[in-house]
């Protein structure tokens, strides 16, 4: 029994995932991928993706958004877990990390589930709100750049209805967020953390998963 959560050594770690993971193979391919990459810690672990397809189909979701994209592996996984109808609009900057995602939505049958805007998300985010897309949403996953957080969630709890969910990465930022910040990063992660405990819009919970991440319910 314990009154916290429990740390995860290497050992218990790999229990985890041998005991819970069912990833897609074509999630499995991405992955080993991406982690040839330079920036491979960008990427979700696999239990979050798994977590966050879970989340989606408790939610009932049919529209959901992603802002910041790179190699597809959490916009893939929700794909898979909406229905066939479902709808996943991706928003990034980057055209070389999602061409790598297209390939992959290709080969896993769903890029049909899943619009990708190419630019700068804060334009996207208000062009959904410029044409009538608030409160459309069932579903919003956010990592991105940390000085963007309060920005993109501001948008997004636009889009979303109501009892829709937004998900929030990094949140613990490799446990510098419990030390004075250093750096613009932390300072804005910190910042962000600050005012989700107290925004009485949502209903609140930040699961120490991956790198953290918030789940915030719309009110």
């Known amino acids: 029994m314990s009154n916290r959560t429990i740390d995860l050594n290497d050992a218990l770690y790999q229990y985890l995932l041998d005991a819970s993971l069912r ?8 992955r080993a991928e991406t982690h040839r990459h330079p920036l491979a810690n960008m990427q979700i672990a696999p239990e979050q993706g798994q977590f966050m ?5 408790m939610l009932g979701a049919r529209r959901t958004l992603e802002v910041g994209v790179f190699t597809g592996y959490s916009a893939l996984a ?16 980057s055209r070389e990390y999602t061409d790598v995602a297209r390939t992959y939505f290709d ?12 630019a700068p998300a804060l334009e996207s985010l208000d062009d959904l709100i410029a044409q009538g ?5 069932d579903f919003a996953f956010i990592d991105a750049d940390k000085t963007g957080y309060d920005a993109y969630y501001e948008r997004c709890l636009r889009l979303l209805r109501t009892g829709g969910v937004i998900a929030v990465d990094n949140v613990l930022w490799g ?12 300072a804005a992660i910190q910042d962000f953390n600050r ?4 925004d009485q819009r949502i209903d609140l919970s930040m699961v120490p998963i991956g790198d953290g991440l918030t789940l915030a319910r719309k009110r």
């Open 195 to 198: 005012k989700l405990h107290q």
């Open 78 to 93: 929700v794909a898979l877990a909406l229905p066939e109808d479902g709808r996943v609009t991706g928003c990034d900057i």
């Open 175 to 186: 446990g510098r967020v419990a030390e004075p910040a250093t750096d613009e990063d932390t």
């Open 53 to 57: 397809a879970l989340l989606v189909r």
């Open 133 to 137: 897309q608030e409160g459309a949403f």
């Open 107 to 118: 080969k896993a049958g769903v890029a049909h589930k899943i619009e990708l805007r190419i």
């Open 23 to 30: 990833e897609h193979p074509v999630l499995a391919e991405l």
